[in-house]
């Protein structure tokens, strides 16, 4: 059996996470290291590998992601200033870690193109 990933052990509560939501199919919590005043990640519950590995029967999860990315911006006071949503996939996309995750930059003016 492979290795479980770092957010498979955040999900089962084995390391801990500064949570900022938790519902039957995601959870969100502060990166460990900030690339801005508020960084989110939104993981799906489910074990999925990046955006190369999901399957059709995911697309209602995928969508509430996107719901719940949207309510939390809001809540962290994002919504006004404006925000960054990112999603890195395998290795030229700079995906560190081998599970589906979201990340929610703001409280920053964010420049652009990405390096
Ligand atoms: P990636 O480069 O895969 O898109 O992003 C992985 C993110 O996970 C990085 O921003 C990194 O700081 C964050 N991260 C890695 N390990 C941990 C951890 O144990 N706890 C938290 N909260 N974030 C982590």
Redesign the pocket.
Known sequence: MSEKT?FKR?IDGE?P??KVYEDDRCLA?????P?APTHV?VIPKKEIESVETLDDTDAAMIGHLWLVIRNLARELGLAESGYRVVV?CGADG????PHL?Y?ILGGRSLSWPPG
């Open positions: 770092i955040i390391i996470c500064q919590f502060h990166d460990i290291s690339q990640l890195n700079g995906q560190a870690v995750h990340h």
